[in-house]
C-alpha cells in the first residue's frame, strides 16, 4: 500500500475508513463503496478531512488554455468547492436534496464488476496541537493518481446518503473549514505542519 500522510506527530486514532471502486472487466470504474469504522461524530467531517488532505498538495494543471501552480490553483479549486458547497446549502434549504458528483457514484457493485482499485485512510485527532487530520494509504500508484483528487467527492456523495441531519453538519462543517481558510490562508504542504487545522476548527464549532 502507498501511503500518503499528513499531519506530524502522534494522534489518537478517530477511526478508518475504506474505498472501494468497482470495474467492469474493461477496468473501466462504475461505481464505488464506502465503508466507515469510527465515531460517528466524526462522519459529517471527512469529506472537509479529504480536501483539506487534497488541495494544499496541488502543483499545476491545465485550466481554461493555461498552466496554473501553486496558491494560484489551489486558490480556484478552493473557490471552486466554495462555490459548490453554497449550492448544495441553498438546495438544501427550500428542501431538496443536494447535488452530488457521482464521480463515480456511491453503489454496490453490478454483476460481473469486481474491485478494481481500493484506499483505506485513518482519521488521527490531537487535541493538545488543535489538529484532525487524514492519512490514505492506496494500493497501487495508478490508483493515488486517479482517486487523490475525488476522494472528498467519493465522501460528500456518502455523506449526503446517510440522510438529512450528516448532510446539515457536513456542509456546517466545511463552511466553518472554508471560515479558517479565509482567516489564516491555504495550507503549507511544507512538512504537512498546517494542515489538520481547519477541519479542528470545524470540529471544535460543531
Known amino acids: 500500500m502507498r501511503l500518503t500522510q499528513t499531519g506530524t506527530g502522534r494522534g489518537q486514532v478517530v477511526g478508518r475508513g475504506r474505498l472501494d471502486f468497482h470495474a467492469q472487466p474493461d477496468r473501466t470504474i462504475r461505481s464505488c463503496a464506502v465503508s466507515w469504522d469510527g465515531d460517528a461524530v466524526f462522519v459529517p467531517l471527512l469529506p472537509g478531512l479529504a480536501f483539506d488532505q487534497y488541495f494544499p498538495n496541488l502543483r499545476d494543471a491545465p485550466r481554461e488554455g493555461r498552466v496554473v501552480r501553486g496558491k494560484e490553483l489551489q486558490r480556484a479549486v478552493l473557490e471552486e468547492f466554495e462555490e459548490w ?62 482517486l487523490f483528487s475525488i476522494k472528498h467527492q467519493v465522501l460528500w456523495d456518502w455523506c449526503t446518503g446517510q440522510g438529512e441531519d450528516v448532510t446539515t453538519a457536513m456542509l456546517e462543517a466545511l463552511e466553518r473549514q472554508f471560515d479558517h481558510y479565509d482567516v489564516h490562508g491555504i495550507p503549507s504542504d511544507f512538512m504537512m505542519r498546517q494542515i489538520g487545522r481547519a477541519p479542528y476548527a470545524a470540529w471544535k464549532a460543531l
Open 85 to 146: 458547497v453554497d449550492r448544495a446549502r441553498a438546495t438544501l434549504n427550500v428542501g431538496e436534496t443536494p447535488p452530488l458528483f457521482e464521480t463515480p457514484p456511491v453503489a454496490s457493485p453490478a454483476p460481473g464488476e469486481h474491485i478494481s482499485e481500493s484506499a483505506e485512510f485513518v482519521v488521527r485527532f490531537n487535541q493538545g496541537n488543535e489538529r484532525l487530520w487524514s492519512e490514505t494509504s492506496y494500493a497501487s500508484r495508478q490508483g493515488e493518481q486517479l
